[in-house]
Antibody
Framework: QVQLVESGGGVVQPGRSLRLSCTAS????????MHWVRQAPGKGLEWVAV????????FYADSVKGRFTISRDESKNTLYLHMNSLRPEDRAVYYC????????????????WGQGTLVTVSS | SSELTQDPSVSVALGQTVRITCQGD??????AGWYQQKPGQAPVLVMY???NRPSGIPDRFSGSSSGNTASLTITGAQAEDEGDYYC???????????FGGGTKLTVL
């Protein structure tokens, strides 16, 4: 069955970098757009970034554009989120999620989610 | 505007019907997805497209849409339906997703 497992979260100082990973199983990330979504403690869901099924495009929320980079390794069936210049307001649980439409070049809904990994930005 | 607006909280008596709404201009050109989130857990998709339910979601959940408003209806709410519900859709660029602020559902 479809599974998404995030890792890489932790405590990091403001201004530093962190890389999150999301290992997928039960499907190929080459067939689906993949997203990162975050949730600050006690807050709602915030979409962060997407990478197209073929890796041809990436799009970001304004709040992270220029600081975060989404990427993937097809050979490892793994999605990444490279986070630079981290700020206290980036503190959140980060979820990876699969877009609901195979081979789509428009974002839609998210049909499978990982369990999330917590990122805390604090000195 | 790419914002989606939801009521912060809604309550329903056990076994009764409740409607959770989501409003935003983006819904005029895109269907909503609906997610249920329980404390400490990841969101779960419960409705998508015009009125599609993922496998395993009870048929008491249904969806509808009109103009700039999407609705999730639970007919015969159960105690296990308590949680936070979020709507989302694509924005006008079709390259970004937007989420509503969430609705906390309490089953009395």
């Amino acid at each position: 069955q479809v599974q998404l497992v995030e890792s890489g979260g932790g405590v990091v100082q403001p201004g530093r970098s962190l890389r999150l990973s999301c290992t997928a199983s039960g499907f190929s990330i080459s067939d689906y757009a993949m997203h990162w979504v975050r949730q600050a403690p006690g807050k709602g869901l915030e979409w962060v970034a997407v990478i197209w099924f073929d890796g041809s495009n990436e799009f970001y929320a304004d709040s992270v554009k220029g600081r975060f980079t989404i990427s993937r390794d097809e050979s490892k069936n793994t999605l990444y989120l490279h986070m630079n210049s981290l700020r206290p307001e980036d503190r959140a649980v980060y979820y990876c999620a699969r877009d609901g439409l195979v081979g789509a070049t428009r974002v839609s809904f998210l049909d499978h989610w990982g369990q999330g990994t917590l990122v805390t930005v604090s000195s | 505007s790419s914002e989606l607006t939801q009521d912060p909280s809604v309550s329903v008596a056990l076994g009764q019907t409740v409607r959770i709404t989501c409003q935003g201009d983006s819904l005029r050109s895109s269907y909503a997805g609906w997610y249920q989130q329980k404390p400490g857990q990841a969101p779960v998709l419960v409705m998508y497209g015009k009125h599609n339910r993922p496998s395993g979601i009870p048929d008491r959940f249904s969806g509808s849409s009109s103009g700039n408003t999407a609705s999730l209806t639970i007919t015969g709410a159960q105690a296990e339906d308590e949680g936070d519900y979020y709507c989302n859709c694509r924005d006008s660029s079709a390259n970004h997703l937007v989420f509503g602020g969430g609705t906390k559902l309490t089953v009395l």
